[in-house]
């Protein structure tokens, strides 16, 4: 089935900003004694709040306040955007120029507010190269459910068949994939696992390697 859309993940794909939510969630963790680590801020990435809560009450106990880690979190992560910004992916601005010229559907589908989202995108100059955004809130189940990524294509008239979707995270991946969508992986704080590798149409590397796989998919 030939390609006509490109359904892309926010954070770690098209802004390198996972880097700073796996930072900040780690340490507004302890900041309330609990020890997180890099594994477990990694484990939660683009999962819905369900999810994340029952992971971390697992990890930590039932008596993770996941609220007051939560808003810790943004305290940190706002105060450290206000002082030093945030950059685009290697490679954003070029894929999307790409996209856009070559007249495909392009939508976000982001487990970040779309308030917060489209203030993230429009400092880079990147939010007019989206035609829809979809936000974790705007959908029933948040990924790894396959919400987000059903309502991504639907709101570009596409069927999820018709879309490559690109993810760097395992619960991304999982979403993409079960909505029926092509997932490429672009990797950022890890690189595929066993159980994910099975899920994945490609593996890119970096954002402008996403032109090769769209190309070669005709």
Request: charged share 30%; aromatic share 10%; glycine share 8%.
């Amino acid at each position: 089935m030939k390609i006509k859309g490109v359904i892309s993940d926010m954070d770690g794909v098209i802004l390198d900003t996972e880097k700073l939510y796996v930072r900040f969630w780690c340490e507004a963790a302890r900041f309330y004694g609990y020890p997180m680590q890099r594994a477990h801020a990694l484990g939660i990435r683009s999962m819905a709040r369900p999810f994340a809560i029952e992971k971390l009450k697992d990890c930590f106990g039932d008596d993770f306040d996941y609220y007051a880690v939560h808003d810790k979190r943004i305290e940190l992560m706002n105060k450290y955007i206000a002082k030093n910004g945030i950059e685009a992916k290697s490679g954003a601005k070029e894929l999307l120029k790409y996209l856009k010229a070559n007249g495909y559907g392009v939508a976000l589908a982001t487990a970040t507010a779309p308030e917060k989202a489209r203030e993230y995108l429009e400092r880079l100059g990147l939010y007019e190269y989206f035609d829809e955004t979809v936000s974790a809130s705007m959908v029933v189940n948040g990924k790894p459910a396959p919400d987000i990524y059903l309502c991504a294509a639907e709101r570009l008239g596409l069927l999820p068949e018709e879309c490559i979707a690109l993810e760097d995270s395992q619960n991304g991946i999982k979403s993409a994939s079960s909505a029926g969508c092509k997932t490429v992986m672009v990797p950022d704080l890890d690189v595929p696992s066993e159980d994910i590798i099975p899920l994945l149409y490609d593996v890119a590397d970096g954002l402008t390697d996403v032109i090769r796989i769209l190309e070669n998919c005709g």
